[in-house]
C-alpha cells in the first residue's frame, strides 16, 4: 500500500505499514538523522474528531508521560516511536502486578503539572458519557432497573462533583501503553476533559483477552487501591468510575448491535459493583 503524501518539512523516508485499523493505517518512517518515528495517517471515519483532539493533548503534553506529537498535516501526525514493548506483554511475562505499577507511573506523569494552557477543544466528560446516558433514559422509560440506569446515576454524581479537572487522555489501556527509549509512555489518546478517575476505569477491562482476570475480586480492589493512591482519590471513587465507563463502553456496543462486547462489559461492570459494595 502506498504511503500518504508526507510533508517534506518532515525529512522523513522509507514508510513501513506496520499496523492498519478502522481509524488510520499507522507507518513506520525514519527520520532524517537515523531514529524511527511513526506517521499515523486517519481514516475518514465517524469519530475522526476523537483522534484529532487527541493530537492536541499530545501537543499539550509535550511528551510528559505520551509520546510527542512530532508534525501534524491535517489528519495526517508524525509522533514519537514508542518502542516495540507493550504493556499486556509485561501482564503475560511479568503479571498483573508489575503491569498495574507500570500504568500507575504512566498516569502519575500524565497527570503532572503543565505550564501550559488546555487546549480548547477537549470534549467534555459529560458529553463523553452521552451514550451511557441517551441507554439509561431508555431503560427508564420502559421501566427497567437496569445496571445502565444505576451507572448514569453514578456518572452524574461524579460529574457534579469531580475531585479536579484536568487534561485525561480518555482510552488508557494494555496495549496503549509502550516501552522505548524514553522509558513507557502512554499513546493515541482521545482528548477528553474532567476528572482523572475516568482515566484508570477502562484498566479494569483490560486486556481484552482475560475476562476472567478482569472479574478477579482480588485484581480489582488492588487495581482500585493502587490507581486511588496514585490520583490522590478513594478506592470507591475509582471503582464508581469503573463501573460508569464499563456501562458507557457496553452503551457504545448496544448502539453498533454488539451484544457479545455489551454483555462482557457489563459482566465486569458487575464484578467491580460487587467489589465496591463491599468496601
Known amino acids: 500500500m502506498d ?27 525514519v527520520r532524517e538523522d537515523g531514529s524511527p518515528a511513526i506517521v499515523k495517517a486517519l481514516k475518514a471515519f465517524e469519530d475522526v474528531e476523537d483522534e484529532l483532539r487527541g493530537a492536541h493533548f499530545l501537543a499539550w503534553r509535550r511528551g510528559e508521560g505520551a509520546v510527542r506529537l512530532l508534525g501534524r498535516d491535517g489528519h495526517c501526525m508524525l509522533l514519537e516511536y514508542a518502542g516495540e514493548t507493550l504493556l499486556s506483554q509485561v501482564l503475560a511475562e511479568q503479571g498483573d502486578n508489575a503491569a498495574t505499577a ?68 480518555g482510552d488508557l489501556h494494555h496495549d496503549n501503553i509502550m516501552h522505548g527509549a524514553r522509558g513507557w509512555l502512554a499513546i493515541d489518546p482521545k482528548g477528553v476533559l474532567g476528572d482523572p478517575g475516568f482515566d484508570a ?11 476472567e482476570l478482569c472479574r478477579d475480586p482480588r485484581r480489582i480492589a488492588d487495581m482500585a487501591e493502587i490507581f486511588a ?3 490522590g ?47
Open 3 to 29: 504511503a500518504p503524501a508526507l510533508p517534506s518539512r518532515w525529512n522523513v523516508d522509507a514508510p513501513e505499514l506496520i499496523a492498519e485499523t478502522f481509524s488510520s493505517r499507522i507507518w513506520k518512517v
Open 102 to 169: 507500570i500504568a500507575a507511573e504512566v498516569m502519575a506523569r500524565l497527570f503532572s503539572p503543565s505550564d501550559h494552557p488546555v487546549p480548547p477543544d477537549l470534549q467534555p466528560l459529560r458529553v463523553r458519557f452521552s451514550s451511557l446516558f441517551n441507554k439509561a433514559r431508555i431503560d427508564r422509560e420502559a421501566g427497567e432497573k437496569s445496571l445502565y440506569v444505576e451507572a448514569a446515576a453514578t456518572a452524574e454524581r461524579l460529574l457534579a462533583d469531580p475531585v479536579e479537572v484536568l487534561p485525561l487522555h
Open 201 to 211: 476505569a477502562n484498566m479494569f477491562y483490560n486486556p481484552l483477552d482475560r475476562d
Open 229 to 231: 493512591r496514585t490520583l
Open 233 to 279: 482519590q478513594t478506592p470507591p471513587a475509582i471503582l464508581d468510575y469503573a463501573i460508569a465507563y464499563g456501562c458507557l463502553s457496553a452503551s457504545w456496543y448496544h448502539e453498533d448491535g454488539n451484544a457479545i462486547d455489551e454483555s462482557r462489559e457489563l459482566s465486569i461492570a458487575t464484578a467491580i459493583k460487587t467489589v465496591r459494595l463491599s468496601l
